[in-house]
């Protein structure tokens, strides 16, 4: 059996998303719960030179719809990294997951072979589409989804590792 491009990314990265706004739902909670500044958690990093909590969760939002455009050749919705609140990043969360479940199949056929070239230095980087997702677009999605796990649990949100991987339908 072989697994589609549509399969490896559609699915995956909305399930991915789906987890991030559970783990959100939590942190919330625990912000209401103890009376905590929303804008404390929201601010939490692991390390002075990481991306705090927000960021984290932009991050997630953005690899997962630059991804699947990129690979689809359709054009991402444009996002302007402003939410201060749990509302403001659960409706991001929301409007990336419409976006990426609203791509079907026949759109991302012929993903496998398509050049991706990402420019974050002066040569670039050239990756077929397969390779792409493999080798940088998934395990950046997983680092940031990661990352707002690790936040949370340093913060003392109660979430383990069934939160990371969400429920199984």
Do not use: C
């Not at 589609?4 to 995956?12: G, K, R």
């Not at 997702?133 to 990661?146: D, G």
Request: net charge negative.
């Amino acid at each position: 059996m072989s697994v589609s491009m549509y399969q490896a990314t559609i699915p995956v990265f909305v399930r991915g998303l789906r987890v991030a706004a559970s783990l959100l739902q939590k942190a919330q909670a625990h912000v209401e719960e103890g009376g905590i500044v929303p804008e404390i958690l929201l601010g939490a990093q692991l390390a002075p030179d990481m991306l705090d909590l927000k960021s984290q969760v932009q991050r997630l939002s953005d690899t997962s719809k630059l991804s699947v455009a990129r690979l689809s050749d359709l054009p991402a919705p444009k996002f302007e990294d402003n939410e201060t609140s749990f509302e403001q990043l659960q409706q991001r969360l929301a409007d990336t997951i419409a976006w990426i479940d609203g791509v079907n199949a026949g759109q991302m056929a012929g993903s496998a072979q398509r050049q991706i070239v990402l420019n974050w230095t002066d040569e670039g980087k050239t990756f077929n589409g397969d390779d792409y997702l493999l080798t940088f677009a998934l395990p950046n999605f997983y680092f940031h989804l990661s990352m707002i796990h690790a936040i949370l649990r340093n913060t003392g949100v109660v979430v383990g590792k069934m939160d990371f991987l969400g429920a199984y339908d």
